[in-house]
């Protein structure tokens, strides 16, 4: 059986984009409900936790997902202000995405859906996995994280043969980078071939 070959998949945070997209959303919305600052110490302890690979999927949803649902609850517009935010932030999309973007690229992020499709959308990529919320009732439905990314990655692209993976992050990618035929390390602007 012929498999379909994706010339190039990309994480996102700290890969196309310049920083945490997600920190970033929080900061968002905290301009907009300073009251949220209160929780800045527990989302840098988890932020630093998934940075270092110290947390497991399962373990951030059970100590974080009632929290994020019930603030998402609390959202009006969330995709009216995603694209407030986009506005704002495709500042943040690094040079180098432009150069090699191809029309059957792949994004596979932790990033939540409803902020990825409209940074998408912008971009012009089709094909995107990240993390999953239902919008009706605001719960996660996946966190798209570490071997959960190789997971969804496959059920989304079953036949798929990554030619190209970039990320910033060679540990918590592993096993996308495994998959790949080539695979680079994002680090600011430049860019590592490691495999």
Same mark, same amino acid.
């Given at each position: 059986?012929?498999?379909?070959?994706?010339?190039?998949?990309?994480?996102?945070?700290? *890969?196309?984009?310049?920083?945490?997209?997600?920190?970033?959303?929080?900061?968002?919305?905290?301009?907009?409900?300073?009251?949220?600052?209160?929780?800045?110490?527990?989302?840098?302890?988890?932020?630093?936790?998934?940075?270092?690979?110290?947390?497991?999927?399962?373990?951030?949803?059970?100590?974080?997902?009632?929290?994020?649902?019930?603030?998402?609850?609390?959202?009006?517009?969330?995709?009216?202000?995603?694209?407030?935010?986009?506005?704002?932030?495709?500042?943040?999309?690094?040079?180098?995405?432009?150069?090699?973007?191809?029309?059957?690229?792949?994004?596979?992020?932790?990033?939540?859906?409803?902020?990825?499709?409209?940074?998408?959308?912008?971009?012009?990529?089709?094909?995107?996995?990240?993390?999953?919320?239902?919008?009706? *009732?605001?719960?996660?439905?996946?966190?798209?994280?570490?071997?959960?990314?190789?997971?969804?990655?496959?059920?989304?692209?079953?036949?798929?043969?990554?030619?190209?993976?970039? *990320?910033?992050?060679?540990?918590?990618?592993?096993?996308?980078?495994?998959?790949?035929?080539?695979?680079?390390?994002?680090?600011?602007?430049?860019?590592?071939?490691?495999?």
């Amino acid at each position: 059986m012929l498999k379909l070959l994706c010339m190039n998949v990309y994480d996102f945070d700290n *890969t196309i984009y310049d920083g945490e997209s997600v920190y970033d959303l929080f900061l968002f919305y905290v301009r907009r409900d300073p009251g949220l600052l209160r929780l800045l110490p527990k989302v840098l302890i988890a932020f630093a936790k998934y940075k270092r690979g110290k947390v497991t999927a399962e373990a951030f949803l059970r100590e974080n997902a009632a929290l994020v649902e019930s603030k998402l609850r609390e959202i009006p517009d969330i995709e009216g202000d995603m694209r407030a935010f986009w506005d704002k932030h495709m500042r943040k999309i690094k040079p180098f995405y432009d150069g090699l973007r191809r029309d059957d690229d792949w994004i596979v992020t932790a990033a939540p859906d409803f902020s990825m499709r409209e940074v998408c959308r912008r971009l012009g990529v089709r094909n995107c996995v990240s993390s999953r919320v239902d919008l009706e *009732t605001c719960r996660i439905l996946h966190f798209n994280l570490r071997e959960r990314k190789i997971d969804a990655f496959l059920e989304a692209c079953p036949d798929a043969q990554i030619d190209a993976f970039y *990320t910033d992050s060679p540990a918590n990618d592993a096993p996308l980078i495994e998959m790949a035929a080539h695979a680079y390390v994002v680090r600011g602007s430049r860019i590592k071939q490691i495999k």
